[in-house]
Structures are given as C-alpha cells and as structure tokens.
C-alpha cells in the first residue's frame, strides 16, 4: 500500500513522488517509526530478514521460497521509516520483454500495521513488465505471528485501483512535487537550504555501492538514473566518482563539465573537480576549487560515505587551504 489517499486527478506515482519530497524535506521533524527485527514472508516474494541499523530498516533475502529467489545474504530492502510509512528502496526481479529480464531497484512507500506485524506496498513496474516475487505488482511481508485482515486487502485494492489511471508524463512530475512542498513557515526555509535529496532507487542503491567502492556495480545504477533524467546532479557526480575510482580522471572530468551551472547548495561538486584535476595533474586547480568548496559548506571533517576516497586523496591539500584561510592579515601568507 502507498502511503496516499486516491485523488482523481493525480496518478498513484506522481502521489507517490510527492509523499517521497515532503517526507524528505521534513525529515528533521519526522517522528520515531517501529523497529522491526526479525523474519518476515510474503507469499510470492519469500521470506526477507529485517534488522535496524541506527534508524535504517535493512532487509537481507533468507534465500527461501519467493519467486526471485535471491541468494542468502543479499540486501533487498533499505529505508527508513516516518511515522509507520516506510520510505526505501528494494530489489525487485523482472521478467517479460526483453529488457525486463533481470533484477532491479525501486523506490517504494509501504505502510507498517502493528497490530497485525504486515508490511504492505505497491510498486509501479515499466510498460510490459511483471516480477515473480509480486502479486499484481504488490508486496506484502508478514512478521512472525502477523496474520491478514481486511483492512490489508482493502488497500491492496485501492492502490490497484489507483494504478489503473496510467503512465504519467514525466514533466508532470516536477509539478506534483512542487505542490507537496511546504509552502510557508520554518519547513519551506528548510527546504530551500537543503541540498537536494536523493530520491530515487537508482542513484540511492549507486551511492550505497559508490561508498563501499565497488565501482563496476555502482556504475549501472547510475546510467539507469541517467536515462530517467539526464541532468541528476546525483547521477552525474556518481558517475565521475566511478570514473576516479577506476583510474580515470579525464572521463570523471566530462562527467562532472555536465553539471553547468553548479546547483546552488551542492558544493561537493567543486570537491569532485578538485579531485578530478588533481588526478590529471592540473595541481593549479586543486586549491581554488577546495576553497570554492568549503566557502559554500562543503564539510570534508564530516564526509559522506562516498566522499571518503576523495577526502583521502586531497587531505593535505584540504589542509593547506583550510590554513590559509585561518591565516591572520598580514601573516604574509598569500592565496594559491
């Protein structure tokens, strides 16, 4: 079940995508959801082994039963909860035309029911395709003792129904987020300060590989997120990670030119082009960047998981800079 109520107007997906930006932009405020632990099974998808690490729900395949039939161990299902509605990403197999074949990662909202320990969520596959681990593009997880009631089954309908209205256009999308967005007070001053979000299962199942430096995987989900938009910033600085981390600077160069104008908000960016540069030689650039960077917020003492090769290679050149501009006037000390 998503997390929408049935508006005529809007497709179950743009609802969706909107839930998706006002649960990211008011994370800060979101309230404290269930820790689940433990296993839980759904008829068709088979049984899912679910632990909390901090305040992320991780989900690892039991290898049992379940039409995907992924290999023990494997993670299929990463989120974190508001409230009861689960906010994730989970690996879905696909078959049906040919470029079905295979499996993939979704972005999903499910609800949690504790009084019946059932976890339930639609998602919406491409044109043409259906997933053995689905019912009707439908997933449903019980816990140990969970047991079905109708009010499950009646929003497994609903949503089914709400699917039906089609495809949206994906220009509209834009337009559905915009209005779940606050639009006054303390949220919408947040919102604009925020760098955007990762929204989507591509570029998030990507950074998650990205951080554990597994290019040769994390690269694909990143191309993915390029064929659904082009210009995701996220995307973009993904791949020139993956470029950097196999050794090659100059496609990690053509990677990060894409993002012109550099988005407010994101000066990692400039810290990816520093890196870049450093690695083709272009010392020159490597300072004027990093202080670019770090004038705009840039927080190499608390990098992201996938910043850290980054962080590693230009230490002592984020120190040289960070130095200068602690250096009182009339040090004598000068700007690179």
């Given at each position: 079940?998503?997390?929408?109520?049935?508006?005529?107007?809007?497709?179950?997906?743009?609802l969706?995508k909107a839930?998706?930006?006002?649960?990211s932009?008011?994370?800060g405020?979101?309230?404290?959801?269930?820790?689940?632990?433990?296993?839980y099974v759904?008829?068709?998808?088979g049984?899912?082994d679910?632990?909390?690490?901090g305040?992320?729900?991780?989900?690892?395949?039991?290898?049992?039963?379940g039409?995907?039939k992924?290999?023990?161990g494997t993670?299929v299902?990463s989120?974190e909860?508001?409230g009861?509605?689960?906010?994730?990403t989970m690996?879905v197999?696909?078959s049906?035309?040919?470029?079905?074949?295979?499996?993939?990662?979704?972005?999903?909202?499910?609800?949690?029911?504790?009084?019946t320990?059932?976890?339930?969520?639609?998602f919406?596959l491409?044109?043409?395709?259906?997933?053995?681990?689905l019912?009707d593009?439908?997933?449903?997880?019980?816990?140990?003792?969970g047991?079905?009631?109708?009010?499950?089954?009646?929003?497994?309908?609903?949503?089914?129904t709400?699917?039906?209205e089609?495809e949206p256009?994906?220009?509209a999308?834009?337009?559905?987020e915009a209005?779940?967005?606050?639009?006054?007070?303390?949220?919408?001053?947040?919102a604009?300060?925020?760098?955007?979000?990762v929204?989507?299962?591509?570029?998030?199942?990507?950074?998650?590989w990205?951080a554990?430096?597994?290019?040769e995987?994390?690269?694909?989900?990143?191309e993915?997120a390029?064929?659904?938009?082009?210009?995701?910033?996220d995307a973009?600085?993904?791949?020139?990670?993956c470029?950097l981390?196999?050794?090659?600077?100059?496609?990690?160069l053509?990677?990060?030119?894409?993002?012109?104008?550099?988005?407010?908000?994101?000066?990692?960016v400039y810290a990816?082009?520093?890196y870049a540069?450093n690695?083709?030689?272009?010392?020159?650039?490597?300072?004027?960047?990093?202080r670019?960077?770090?004038?705009?917020g840039?927080?190499?003492?608390?990098?992201?998981?996938?910043?850290?090769?980054?962080v590693?290679?230009?230490?002592?050149?984020?120190?040289q800079?960070?130095?200068?501009?602690?250096?009182?006037?009339?040090?004598?000390?000068?700007?690179?």
């Amino acid at each position: 079940m998503m997390g929408a109520p049935h508006t005529p107007h809007m497709p179950l997906s743009l609802l969706n995508k909107a839930l998706v930006t006002a649960l990211s932009v008011t994370s800060g405020l979101a309230w404290a959801g269930p820790k689940l632990a433990g296993p839980y099974v759904g008829d068709t998808y088979g049984q899912v082994d679910l632990h909390m690490e901090g305040e992320r729900l991780v989900g690892t395949s039991a290898g049992s039963g379940g039409g995907c039939k992924f290999p023990p161990g494997t993670e299929v299902l990463s989120g974190e909860f508001q409230g009861n509605v689960l906010v994730a990403t989970m690996q879905v197999c696909l078959s049906g035309v040919p470029e079905c074949v295979g499996a993939r990662s979704f972005p999903v909202l499910a609800i949690y029911n504790p009084q019946t320990s059932v976890l339930t969520g639609r998602f919406r596959l491409p044109s043409g395709c259906h997933s053995p681990g689905l019912k009707d593009s439908q997933l449903l997880l019980r816990g140990q003792g969970g047991v079905p009631d109708e009010r499950e089954d009646e929003a497994l309908k609903e949503s089914a129904t709400e699917a039906e209205e089609g495809e949206p256009e994906p220009a509209a999308a834009p337009a559905a987020e915009a209005a779940a967005a606050p639009k006054g007070g303390a949220e919408a001053k947040a919102a604009q300060a925020q760098p955007p979000m990762v929204t989507t299962g591509h570029v998030s199942e990507g950074l998650k590989w990205l951080a554990l430096s597994k290019w040769e995987i994390a690269r694909p989900r990143f191309e993915a997120a390029l064929k659904e938009d082009g210009r995701s910033v996220d995307a973009l600085v993904g791949m020139a990670a993956c470029s950097l981390g196999a050794n090659n600077a100059s496609k990690a160069l053509e990677w990060l030119g894409r993002i012109s104008p550099v988005p407010a908000g994101r000066p990692d960016v400039y810290a990816w082009q520093a890196y870049a540069h450093n690695m083709v030689g272009n010392k020159g650039r490597v300072a004027p960047l990093l202080r670019r960077a770090l004038d705009q917020g840039w927080t190499p003492e608390e990098p992201k998981a996938w910043e850290r090769a980054l962080v590693n290679a230009l230490g002592s050149d984020i120190e040289q800079v960070k130095n200068r501009k602690r250096a009182p006037v009339g040090s004598g000390s000068t700007s690179p």
